[in-house]
């Protein structure tokens, strides 16, 4: 999806958003890089965090358009660089921090509102209020990723005349098929396992939110005496690095109870001497970035743990397909696995929880779903397609004050209609749905369309061409 180019940044007036997670974030410099140049809105805690990650992004683009070149043979023209760190700055520059519950006009007839949300440090939902002649107004909630609680601070619940309020809400649905029995409280116990049987452990963490969280707690286990002394934590990843001392620094503002989240005695990896790892002295916990194993020095710690018989690789988060995490967790004790094109045999153990997710299960959901006394229109989104499906037949049989529920994916556009003026009692919203492809593309979109299919047009004649001058030269050799 970053590849498709159906949207005309220059017509969108700003964009708000809900978090710091480059899933949310990344596209923004390829925005600004094809002409966005409007105020980009977030708290200010986001903002704060968001350079470092943007930054790394852009340096990862020539691997990403590398890799998705050499999956997809004959595809190529399509997978290009996406953005530079040039691109990077002009988006840091139109970025504005907004406080929580601090309502702003940020268009003519336009507010925004920021609330806590759960999901990392800085995370927000937001309330868009929007106004029009003598009509009531059109409320939209999003929730962004969301979750209920954080381990750095307390989450305040939404206030009542939110909830009372006449709302269109965007909800997210990634684990709406989840409810909180299902997932198993293990980490710690895990930990404690590999301590008893004298194990070095590689732990796998994000660098904004998971790894900070895992630091926290392996404090709270030194607080408890639970780690042995000849055991030493480790950290490497340079943008987790990073973060852990933004995390620092924000807390000490936003929540000082919780901003020394260190463990005693943490000692950062010299890059120079990840090779050299098990030569340091005493058992290592080591936490490293990325979360899924496939990037950072995860890539160099693997192997290194991967073929010792005495060690844990635990995972802390998803692992997506195709990312080194899933490989490892579907593979058999004994059984070969390949790096890169090296083999090595699995010999560690490898350990996963879902305990460490930053979203809120099915049941929390429909919880926090049914707080809320008028919403017009309930939209489902992030979530695989099965589970958003799940998730809105649940809806449908458990949230008896939803009046409409629909899955928003880029199939069809909603159309939202306020008849009701302010002296009415009530606002007889309508809200249509329309095939997507009824937009009409502008101009510049047509544009973009006919150079992609000349550049597509241009690689077929190439790859004809060297098909035949092998074949010519097949001919000669005859």
Known sequence: MNYVDDLDPTTIDAILITHNHIDHTGLLPKMVKQGYRNPIYMTEITKELLPRFLMDSADQQEDNAKYLQDKFPGDEWKFNVLYHREDVERTINLCHGMKYQKTVEILPGVKVTFFVNGHILGASMILVQCTAYSRKPLNFLFTGDYRLKNPFYEVPELPDWLKKMELIMIHESTYGTTDSSNIKVCFKNHLLEGFE?????????????RMQEILFELKKMQDECLIPEEYKIYVDGPLGIKTNLAYEEILKTFNPVNSNFMPRDVQIVDPKSREKFFSFEGKKILITTSG???????????????????????LTGYAAEETLARTLLEAKRAETVHIGSKPYQKKAVIKTTREKTS???RDEMLGFINKFTNIVFLAINHGASEVESNFVETIQTQCPRIQRVDILNRDYVYCIYQFGNKEDKFSNIIVKRMPAKMQILSPKEKSYIKQKQKRKKRHEEKLMRKAAKRKSKQNNQF
């Open 197 to 209: 049987r004298g194990q070095d452990i590689l732990i796998g963490a994000f660098a904004q939110a």
């Open 292 to 314: 899924m194993l496939s990037n950072g020095p995860a890539k160099i710690y693997v192997p290194m743990f991967l073929e010792r018989e005495n060690a844990m690789i635990h």
């Open 359 to 361: 979203h809120a299960t």
